[in-house]
């Protein structure tokens, strides 16, 4: 039952120890959360034109709150990784100490022992004291093997000196990365507490304006009401006119394959006849019948693919479906639709930070980028419609078969309806609000129904 315990335990701690990031991940985990820190603080100076605050600066010094705390998060991981490895050095020092010990201890004798036995006649005496030849021989035998135990004693005790200041010089270095780490946090912490109060005075100062700020957020409601009425009527007139084309194409196929059997029919039927006549013609006796030709055998089908395929609850043609299916197996690798920025608001119904009375609910997610920077496709297809919207700038759809994606808050546009797109290349560019600031608000449709964009582009 012990046995069964030990060997649970074991087979828990190894999958346990697998699920953790190793040294080397946290260590590049830490650099891109710092990068993005720098990038959106970057962004946040970039807004900051005059001395007034705005929703804006609040998101992305919130963002800048949540990644420093995710950073302090992750220099804890790589402080407890560093503690494991600072204990298993620690114990190796004690074992090859010990063992030092021991070697030395073993070797002082063999020492005492030949420098009791350190004369040659001594030893001529061991060997001609023997009663034969052949016990001379194993007895200079026993000399060389003792000599060669000496050695290899002393070559043991070198090995693990050498191995002992090695380990201590690790274990001086993890101690201190681990004082470098321990710095990193309490320099974190102290931007956090920083930041931290200066949110809590932007949000005193927004809350002075929340007149002007409930005014603004009305009209973003009524805009963006707007859009989702005209994207929910341009998807399912899509959807209408995918279907129509999906059966005007079944209708096609069927037609053929009905006009090339009868064609096979007649071709055999004339056959037939021609052979009955020429059997006639040679004197056989030969029974015609109306007996329909056999069949062809059916032809090998193509190998499946190993990608999986998906059904979609309306019809398409088989090249919107090949596109769905790529789109779909993307999920979660999706690049950006900006090329560098941070998610300020996200995907659903979320209480307004200042009007905390007021429920907003966003249909994709908004992205805080530089100003004036390039949207981009995030994957082949086809430009479905180009609109403007009063306080929602330009807007792009694209259709990659069953699901679209929308690309709201352009200052301008650089395709139109009817463009072949390709993954990543720009379609325009974002727009910049009357507080200097850049957001680009992303979508993500299946069908007629919203998803969650980040889902779907890479984390």
């Known amino acids: 039952m012990r046995t069964l315990a030990t060997l649970f335990f074991l087979a828990f701690s190894l999958v346990a120890s697998a699920q953790q990031p190793s040294r080397a991940e946290l260590e590049k985990r830490r650099s891109d959360i710092l990068?993005?820190?720098?990038?959106?603080?970057?962004?946040?100076?970039?807004?900051?034109?005059?001395?007034?605050?705005?929703?804006?600066?609040?998101?992305?010094?919130?963002?800048?709150?949540?990644?420093?705390?995710?950073?302090?998060?992750?220099?804890?991981?790589?402080?407890k990784q560093l503690d494991n490895s600072i204990k298993g050095s620690t114990d190796e020092i004690g074992d090859l100490r010990k063992k030092l010990g021991v070697l030395k201890m073993r070797y002082a004798q063999?020492?005492?022992?030949?420098?009791?036995?350190?004369?040659?006649?001594?030893?001529?005496?061991?060997l001609f004291s023997s009663d034969d030849f052949n016990e001379a021989l194993r007895r200079l035998k026993y000399l060389k093997k003792y000599r060669d135990f000496r050695k290899d004693q002393a070559e043991q005790i070198r090995l693990t000196q050498v191995k002992l200041e090695d380990q201590i010089k690790t274990l001086n270095s993890e101690r201190d990365k681990k004082d470098e780490l321990l710095a990193a946090e309490e320099k974190q912490r102290q931007a956090v507490q920083e930041e931290r109060d200066q949110t809590d005075e932007m949000v005193?100062?927004?809350?002075?304006?929340?007149?002007?700020?409930?005014?603004k957020i009305n009209k973003n409601k009524v805009a963006a009401k707007k859009l989702d009425n005209a994207v929910q009527e341009i998807i399912r007139r899509e959807i209408e006119i995918a279907r129509k084309k999906a059966a005007e194409e079944e209708r096609?196929?069927?037609?053929?394959?009905?006009?090339?059997?009868?064609?096979?029919?007649?071709?055999?039927?004339?056959?037939?006849?021609?052979k009955s006549i020429n059997d006639v013609g040679n004197g056989s006796n030969v029974t015609v019948t109306n007996s329909a030709p056999k069949p062809k055998p059916a032809e090998t089908a193509p190998p499946k693919s190993t990608k999986p395929v998906r059904t979609f609850n309306h019809p398409m043609t088989p090249e919107a479906t090949a596109l769905s299916n790529d789109f779909a197996n993307n999920k979660g690798k999706l690049p950006w639709p900006v090329e560098k920025g941070y998610i300020a608001i996200k995907f659903g119904k979320y209480q307004h930070p200042i009007a905390e009375k007021v429920e907003m609910d966003n249909n994709g997610i908004d992205i805080g980028t530089d100003p004036g920077a390039p949207a981009r496709a995030v994957f082949n297809g086809t430009v479905t419609n180009v609109l403007f919207i009063d306080d929602m700038g330009w807007n792009v759809i694209i259709n990659h078969g069953h699901y679209f994606t929308l690309y709201s808050r352009l200052s301008k546009v650089t395709v139109k309806k009817g463009d072949k797109v390709a993954t990543k290349q720009t379609i325009g560019k974002v727009d910049i609000n009357d507080e200097g600031e850049s957001f680009i608000n992303f979508q993500v449709w299946s069908g007629a129904n919203k998803t969650n964009p980040e889902l779907w582009i890479a984390r």
């Open 204 to 215: 005193r100062q927004l809350k002075g304006r929340e007149k002007e700020l409930l005014a």
């Open 110 to 126: 063999s020492v005492r022992y030949a420098y009791k036995s350190r004369s040659s006649y001594d030893m001529l005496s061991f």
């Open 252 to 274: 096609r196929r069927k037609e053929e394959e009905a006009r090339r059997l009868q064609q096979e029919k007649e071709r055999q039927a004339a056959l037939a006849a021609a």
């Open 35 to 79: 990068k993005d820190i720098k990038e959106t603080q970057a962004q946040l100076e970039a807004t900051k034109k005059d001395t007034r605050v705005t929703m804006g600066q609040l998101r992305a010094i919130k963002n800048k709150l949540y990644k420093r705390q995710k950073l302090i998060n992750n220099i804890n991981l790589e402080m």
